[in-house]
């Protein structure tokens, strides 16, 4: 049995492919509709699995050109994270057999595909496991900064969220690490590769020229519909982030930040010493905005792949606030009243300092020294 699948996100493409070949499939894949049409004239499948948001050729032409222009009476199954009511009913009108919204798990996903076509002889089922693989609405490029991260990096933990979230790509940045870093992140890597990528700096340039450089890495790549930045030491952990995004998906804010402030209900730790420092730069911080944000600093935030050029093509001019400029570029380039609604600060509901930390209580200290330095580039 051939299924033809296509999906212009590599992510989703290489997941969905691997899954049906373990099922007993012959799957070929395309990543435009143009590509696809060609491999359903040659290829001839039992069945299509195609997305509907594609740039150039969409599912919907794919569509019509096997039902009208083929005549082709294949099973056509559709998945999108295109929930518009006119385009399903359009779809369903155009002969689809099926329709599955994202995300989605791969479980559903070959259950739908069962029902239309049955299973492989002689093969047996794959087993499910215990917590479902997604596919996720859109494809998420994460930059997780690293440097002499050696002792703290938590591999599992990454590779556990990399398996069972299809849509992320997690890129390490090895800001030109002094110990094993480099070594641990290529272990990590090692079966994870279309998940999981390492880019390696050879000098160390601080943590602003990292996730500078990661974001405009990730940004190359046309999947990603959002790419943001996370600790590596996961004081955010990845459920807090995977709300962040959540709340992208479902608004028109160009950045979604995490924000630590101290609320009912929530697993907030700081290390008393550093959270009274905290406050004080956060006064600060405000003082130079104007505007009405309380924590720029978390190192969890993501965004819409739009603005990446705008907020990272330009060397930040500090090693460790970065943040407090990507704010101020948001601002010079939007406006203030514009920017207000074009970023949200979300509350997460755990961050825990981890030990560690590369920012020395001398490095806080240095940092008031630094948003003087913001305040007159600014201006």
């Known amino acids: 049995m051939k299924i033809l699948a296509i999906d212009d996100q590599q992510l989703i493409l290489l997941s969905v492919e691997k899954r049906l070949k373990e099922i007993g499939y012959t799957v070929e894949i395309a990543d435009t509709g143009e590509k696809g049409i060609e491999l359903y004239d040659s290829f001839q499948p039992d069945l299509v699995l195609v997305d509907i948001n594609m740039p150039g050729l969409s599912g919907l032409d794919v569509v019509k050109h096997i039902r009208v222009t083929k005549e082709g009476k294949i099973p056509i199954l559709i998945m999108s994270g295109n929930t518009e009511e006119e385009i399903i ?68 933990e990454f590779k556990n969220f990399a398996k069972k979230n299809l849509g992320y790509h997690l890129c390490f940045v090895n800001d030109g690490s002094t110990d094993k870093t480099l070594e641990v992140l290529e272990e990590l890597r090692k079966g994870n590769e279309s998940n999981i990528s390492v880019y390696d700096c050879e000098k160390n340039g601080g943590k602003a020229e990292a996730v500078r450089q990661g974001m405009l890495h990730l940004h190359k790549d046309n999947q990603f519909d959002y790419i943001g930045f996370l600790d590596a030491d996961l004081s955010t952990d990845f459920r807090d982030f995977d709300d962040l995004v959540k709340t992208l998906e479902k608004s028109e804010y160009k950045i979604v930040s995490g924000s630590r402030m101290s609320r009912m209900g929530a697993d907030i730790t700081k290390e008393s010493a550093r959270k009274i420092i905290s406050m004080t730069i956060n006064l600060i911080i405000r003082s130079i905005l104007r505007m009405p944000f309380n924590d720029t600093q978390c190192g969890a935030k993501i965004m819409t792949r739009d603005i990446v050029p705008m907020l990272f093509t330009k060397p930040f001019i500090t090693k460790w606030i970065f943040d407090v400029e990507i704010f101020m570029r948001m601002r010079k380039h939007f406006g203030k009243e514009k920017v207000i609604q074009l970023i949200c600060e979300q509350p997460l509901k755990r961050w825990i300092h981890a030990d560690g930390s590369k920012l020395s209580m001398k490095d806080s200290v240095k940092i008031v020294g630094q948003l003087a330095k913001i305040a007159i580039n600014y201006r």
């Open 89 to 156: 009913v359009e779809g369903f009108n155009l002969g689809i057999d099926d329709y599955m919204k994202k995300p989605v798990s791969l479980d559903e996903m070959s259950a739908r595909i069962k029902r239309l076509i049955g299973v492989p002889e002689n093969v047996a089922n794959i087993s499910t496991s215990v917590e479902s693989q997604m596919l996720q609405q859109h494809c998420v490029g994460v930059v997780i900064p690293c440097y002499n991260e050696e002792e703290r990096l938590s591999g599992e």
